[in-house]
T-cell receptor, first 114, second 116 residues
Framework: AQKVTQAQTEISVVEKEDVTLDCVYETRDTTYYLFWYKQPPSGELVFLIRRNSFDEQNEISGRYSWNFQKSTSSFNFTITASQVVDSAVYFCALSEANDYKLSFGAGTTVTVRA | DGGITQSPKYLFRKEGQNVTLSCEQNLNHDAMYWYRQDPGQGLRLIYYSQIVNDFQKGDIAEGYSVSREKKESFPLTVTSAQKNPTAFYLC???????????????FGPGTRLLVL
């Protein structure tokens, strides 16, 4: 069975600090997909990134970056120079090939203080 | 605008009552999903539908029912058999598998269900 672990429950930082969110996953499949979503206080989940297991290149999108390491089954997410608007719950999720189901981690609440 | 709409935003249920949560999408997506979110927890899959007139149980389907009569709509009924229905319910849709692996799921704004 697939499983996603986000060990950090809450992270609090001061504006402009960098923050890294950890995500560790378990799966028996060699082909799988990893996702990150942001849930602001409004509640709607906002898609951030989708990565397949064959693409281990790190990705940067503005202040967001992702570090995918198959050797440690991790897909970590870094927010550089955090802003108050980054305050949200962030979820990591896993889906195996040929499976519609997304398995979510418990989420990490990020609070950015001005 | 293309997107997913859920209504109502808040819903109150009395003991023994069935209530229905609405989910509509105009993204032309084949697949639709219902998730439940409890405080401090991740999302858990209730039901999903890959195509019209077909749906499958997720991990926590007991006490819930769905229908998929139209591609755009996937309503969820919380029945009286669901003893602890208070939660935040999120609907999502995706293009489906399409031979390229699971597509990204996009979410609606959610419905918060409270028991009176």
């Amino acid at each position: 069975a697939q499983k996603v672990t986000q060990a950090q429950t809450e992270i609090s930082v001061v504006e402009k600090e960098d923050v890294t969110l950890d995500c560790v996953y378990e799966t028996r499949d060699t082909t799988y997909y990893l996702f990150w979503y942001k849930q602001p206080p409004s509640g709607e989940l906002v898609f951030l990134i989708r990565r397949n297991s064959f693409d281990e290149q790190n990705e940067i999108s503005g202040r967001y970056s992702w570090n995918f390491q198959k050797s440690t089954s991790s897909f970590n997410f870094t927010i550089t120079a955090s802003q108050v608007v980054d305050s949200a719950v962030y979820f990591c999720a896993l889906s195996e090939a040929n499976d519609y189901k997304l398995s979510f981690g418990a989420g990490t609440t990020v609070t950015v203080r001005a | 605008d293309g997107g997913i709409t859920q209504s109502p935003k808040y819903l109150f249920r009395k003991e023994g009552q069935n209530v229905t949560l609405s989910c509509e999408q105009n993204l032309n997506h084949d697949a639709m999903y219902w998730y439940r979110q409890d405080p401090g927890q991740g999302l858990r899959l209730i039901y999903y539908s890959q195509i019209v007139n077909d749906f499958q149980k997720g991990d926590i389907a007991e006490g819930y029912s769905v229908s998929r009569e139209k591609k755009e709509s996937f309503p969820l009924t919380v029945t009286s058999a669901q003893k602890n229905p208070t939660a935040f319910y999120l609907c999502a849709s995706s293009m489906g598998l399409a031979g390229k692996g699971p597509e990204t799921q996009y979410f609606g704004p959610g419905t918060r269900l409270l028991v009176l």
